[in-house]
C-alpha cells in the first residue's frame, strides 16, 4: 500500500447500538494513514461513549442534515487523498479499507465498494453492488447468495450505502 492519506468518514444517528465497533474497526486499518471522522447528526449520546484514539475526531453537524448531507459535511472536513463512507452498522476487516483504495485509484475507476455480507452469515452476501432496472428500480444485486460466488472484481451499476 502506497502512502495514501485515507478519511473514512462514518455518518452517527440515534442510537448507534454498532457504532463503537464500526470505528474500532476502521481504526484497525492496516492503512498507514488512515483518519476516521464521525459526523455527529444526532448521536451525540453514542458518540459520547467513543474511545478516544488521535486518529479519529468528531464533527457536530449544525443540525440533522440526512444521509447525503451529512456525508458531504463529512468530506468536506476531510484531509485524506481518498475517501471511505462506512455505515455506522458496518464492521470492516483490517485490510478491507486498503483494498478498497487500490481498487478506487485504478485508472479508469470512479468509485468503488465492496462486498457486504449478512452479520449473522458472513458467508452470505448481503450486496454485490447493487443493479439498476430500465425503469429506474435499484435493488441488492447478490443478497442471499453465497459468497464464494462473488470472489472476482465486476462492473456495478451502483453502490450500496
Known amino acids: 500500500m502506497s502512502a495514501t492519506r485515507v478519511s473514512v468518514i462514518v455518518l452517527a444517528y440515534g442510537t448507534e447500538p454498532y457504532l463503537a465497533e464500526c470505528v474500532g474497526s476502521a481504526l484497525a486499518t492496516t492503512t498507514a494513514e488512515v483518519e476516521v471522522i464521525v459526523?455527529?447528526?444526532?448521536?451525540?449520546?453514542?458518540?459520547?461513549?467513543?474511545?478516544?484514539?488521535?486518529?479519529?475526531?468528531?464533527e457536530r453537524a449544525p443540525h440533522n442534515l440526512g444521509y447525503a448531507g451529512g456525508c458531504v459535511f463529512g468530506a468536506s472536513c476531510a484531509r485524506g487523498d481518498t475517501l471511505v463512507f462506512l455505515n455506522s452498522d458496518a464492521i470492516v476487516e483490517p485490510a478491507a479499507i486498503d483494498r478498497l483504495v487500490t481498487a478506487?485509484?485504478?485508472?479508469?475507476?470512479?468509485?468503488?465498494?465492496?462486498?457486504?455480507?449478512?452479520?449473522?452469515?458472513?458467508?452470505?452476501?448481503?450486496?454485490?453492488?447493487?443493479?439498476?432496472h430500465?425503469?429506474?428500480?435499484?435493488?441488492?444485486?447478490?443478497?442471499?447468495?453465497?459468497?464464494?460466488?462473488?470472489?472476482?472484481s465486476t462492473d456495478v451499476a451502483t453502490a450500496s450505502g
Do not use: C, K
Not at 459526523?39 to 468528531?58: I, Q, W
Open 39 to 58: 459526523v455527529d447528526n444526532g448521536a451525540s449520546a453514542a458518540v459520547a461513549t467513543l474511545a478516544l484514539d488521535s486518529r479519529m475526531r468528531v
Open 104 to 132: 478506487a485509484n485504478q485508472p479508469g475507476v470512479g468509485l468503488a465498494s465492496g462486498d457486504v455480507r449478512l452479520a449473522a452469515r458472513p458467508e452470505i452476501m448481503n450486496t454485490v453492488g447493487n443493479p439498476v
Open 134 to 152: 430500465f425503469l429506474g428500480v435499484v435493488w441488492a444485486g447478490g443478497y442471499g447468495e453465497p459468497a464464494a460466488e462473488h470472489a472476482t
